[in-house]
Every structure is written in C-alpha cells, then in structure tokens.
C-alpha cells in the first residue's frame, strides 16, 4: 500500500476522478443541483477488487474538482446496491416535498441476483432533503418488481412534452425497455428494444441537431457504447439508425448523462468508467473518464454523436506552448523540449504527402495513418475521415490514461496506460513525407486535487 500523501500518489490521475480509497466502477445518479454536480459511482468501501456494492458520492462546481462525500446508499435487506440514476423532482410529482427544498430521488438496483439468487434484482428509490447530504429509502420499495435475468440500472428522465417520467431498464442479455410514471412510484411498461452485443447501463437522452432547437433526436444508449439514434414520443422508441458507436478505446464502459443541467447552459454531459486500468501499490483502484460534451451533427453517412471534453478542463490549463503553420518534416520533433504527465495537447494537422503522422507520449504512439485513415492508440484504432486533407486532434494525458478525440469528437479513444514514472517525454512526428501543423497548443495542467486544496 502506498504511503505516499492522498492524490498525490504515483499513479493517482490528477484531473480525473478516483475515489480516495478502495475500488470504483460505474458512474450512477449523475445530477446538476444548486451550482453542484453530484456524481455517485459504485463503491466497494472495504477493499480493492470488486465487492458488496454502495453508492460512493462526490460534488464538482465544475467537473473538475471534486469533493469526496460520505457514502448515499448502503446495502440492506434488499440486497446491494447496485447501479442507476437521480433526478430533482421539480414540480414534486412523488409527493415527497416537505419544504422549500427540491427533492433529489435516486434510483437504484437492490438485489444480489448474481451472489444470491435468492434475493432478485429489483428497483428502488431513495429521496434526499439536503441537495443530497443525506438520503432516506422509500418505505414502499421496491417501485419495479422483478421482471427477468439481472434486470437492473435504472436511468430515469422526466419527459416534458407528456409531462411524465420515463424510465429505461436493462433487462437480460441485449434487451431493454422503457417504463413510464407520473409520480416516480407506480411504472407501467411502455416498449423494449433490443440493442445488439451490448447489455447493461442504458441511459436515453434528447439532443438537437446541428445545434437547431426544432430538429432533435433520442440517443438510445447501452453499457458498452453501442447505441442508437431514434425518436421517442413517451411511449415508443423508435429506431432510425444502425448501431452505432462513439468511442473506441480499450477502457470505456457504462457511461452515463447528468440530468437537470440548466436551459441556461443547456449542455448533455456523459462520463464513463475507465474499465480494467491498473494501479499498482495505490489506496484505491478504477477512475473515471473526462466528462464530454455531446452533440448530435449531420455527416455524409447520416446524424452521428459526437463528443469533447466538457471546456471546464481550461480551469486547469498552464503553461502553453503554441505553434502556428510549421512544417513537420520526417525525423523531427517540435515537442523535445517539453515533459510532463498532465497535457491536454489541441491539434489540426493539414496531412501533405505524409503517410503517417501522430504523437508520441510518455513512450505511448498515437498514430494517424493517412493511407487507410486509421487513427491507433494503445492498441485499438478507428477509421477516421481527413476533412479537406485536415485531421483534428485533443488529446488529454494523465498519469494512468490517454483520451484521444478526432475531428471534433467525431470518434473518441478512452484507454488508461501504464507508463514508467520517469518517461515524462513528448513527441511528434511525421513519416513517408511532409505534413503542417496548422495549428498546435500544447497546455500543461495543474493537479486538480491541489488544485482544490488549495481553493
């Protein structure tokens, strides 16, 4: 076990959430309340590896910095507690509200299917009076029964144009459904939908497109990023598009969207698990990705999700090298005089006659291959499309994990990595011919933890 100061660990990521100890996985009850984000994530409080399941509990002001509260929700004689989602119930549909203070409501799976087939999975809520400090299981649990396999992670959003809520449902193997109420007590299951090689977490968010108000589409979501694109009218879903997928990084998983985000700010916010990275010798095991920004825009092969990381990550940024119309020729590098281990690196690079252009961090490729328009880090790739001979490139870098977004967003690459503490090097090249960097800002970041203690 490390002894060195807490986030400040050797391998602790600094601009990513980690729970102080103990393991983590998957984002749940993710809600914007009173200038807080709160994220609650699976939570093994006892140990390392995977284990009987509460609801950990952070705030942000801003996605960046977050603030580690006591656990929301522990196991009980319903079983563990398992994944899922909250809302503020403005108009206090539950009857719930005792004051002036909006009630939050969790939704959660309770249940220990999988370690006691005894105790079915099924699904419960919970109700916070105190903008989520404390938090008080419903005495009439569960809401939603038992229907089939492992159903569970319920993700619930209030649909305004019925003017009730909706709530999507992993059920067994790649089938879902939707489920409907007008007080987030009674369900009345309204469609399935049957989502390929996918299974688990689903989440089900509106999104306008090419940023028009009056032309929206649904996102239909699943655990590992597969999703579709569709229609939902509060009663049917659907399906307009193939299977789809956004990211393509080896360590992605049971994403999921804040709900309540202001009209003011008006954005769809996802954060993911960073499944399977390793932290040898740490007080605490898993992290979580960046949060992204998504957005639905129009493209030669129909409308596609696109997703960047939330502009919050410039709370942090430093130092910044830029660079403006240079030649990237073979052989050389423009970034051999800058180290470190926390970079968000922004690029447009106008491709030449190079076969091959890309970044080399802390040992770890990132490569473009211009040739057959495969984009490659830590051993996944995706095809991604030069526009006008032109790709675009962020990358975000912390001590365990490199996101990589292409063009826009148009594809991501979550994966964590493991590289040596003292390789804190960076490079870029070009190979097979010329390239130009149109534009290129590389910023240092400052820890977000001492960032925090230090606020």
Not at 96 to 121: H, R
Not at 217 to 223: A, D, E, M, P
Not at 242 to 271: H, M
Not at 379 to 392: A, C, D, F, K, T
Request: contains cysteine; hydrophobic residues 35%.
């Amino acid at each position: 076990m490390s002894n060195e100061k807490l986030y400040q660990e050797t391998y602790r990521p600094q601009f990513h959430f980690t729970a102080k100890t103990n393991w983590l996985n998957d984002p749940n009850g993710l809600v914007y309340y009173k200038g807080e984000y709160h994220l609650f994530f699976q939570h093994n409080p006892k140990g390392l590896e995977w284990g009987p399941n509460t609801w950990g509990h952070a705030v942000s002001p801003d996605l960046v910095h977050w603030r580690q509260l006591e656990h929301a929700l522990e196991p009980d004689e319903l079983g563990w507690i398992w994944s899922g989602s909250a809302v503020v119930d403005w108009k206090n549909t539950g009857g719930f509200q005792t004051s002036d203070e909006k009630v939050l409501v969790a939704f959660y799976t309770a249940g220990d299917t999988i370690v006691k087939p005894e105790k079915p999975c099924v699904q419960c809520i919970a109700i916070s009076h105190d903008r989520g400090r404390t938090w008080t299981k419903y005495e009439h649990n569960p809401v939603l029964g038992h229907i089939v396999g492992h159903n569970r992670d319920p993700k619930v959003i209030w649909h305004e144009p019925t003017e009730t809520w909706a709530m999507a449902l992993f059920l067994d193997g790649n089938d879902y459904a939707l489920f409907s109420s007008p007080n987030l007590k009674e369900w009345t299951r309204l469609c399935d939908i049957h989502l390929p090689d996918t299974g688990e977490c689903p989440d089900i968010f509106e999104l306008p497109v090419d940023g028009d108000a009056d032309n929206t589409r649904w996102v239909f979501w699943g655990g590992n990023g597969n999703h579709y694109i569709g229609s939902f009218d509060g009663q049917n879903f659907r399906v307009e598009s193939k299977v789809l997928r956004t990211d393509w990084g080896a360590n992605f998983y049971a994403a999921q969207t804040w709900s309540d985000i202001p009209e003011s700010d008006g954005r769809r916010i996802q954060i993911a698990w960073m499944a399977g990275g390793q932290y040898p010798g740490m007080p605490f095991n898993q992290q979580m990705s960046f949060p992204c920004e998504l957005t639905l825009r129009t493209t030669p092969e129909g409308i596609r999700l696109y997703r960047q990381p939330v502009q919050e990550i410039e709370t942090i940024h430093q130092t910044e090298h830029s660079w403006h119309h240079q030649i990237l020729r073979p052989g050389g590098n423009l970034l051999s005089d800058i180290s470190g281990d926390l970079f968000d690196i922004r690029s447009e690079i106008e491709l030449g006659n190079a076969t091959e252009v890309g970044f080399i961090v802390r040992g770890e490729l990132i490569q473009y291959h211009a040739t057959d328009q495969q984009l490659s880090c830590l051993g996944r790739s995706v095809h991604l499309e030069p526009l006008q001979n032109r790709i675009q490139l962020q990358i975000l870098v912390d001590r365990t994990s490199i996101e990589v977004f292409g063009n826009e967003g148009r594809v991501s690459m979550s994966s964590c990595f493991l590289p040596d503490p003292e390789n804190t090097s960076l490079g870029i090249y070009a190979s097979g011919g010329e390239a130009r960097i149109l534009s290129m800002s590389v910023y240092e970041l400052c820890s977000a933890w001492q960032c925090l203690e230090a606020g």
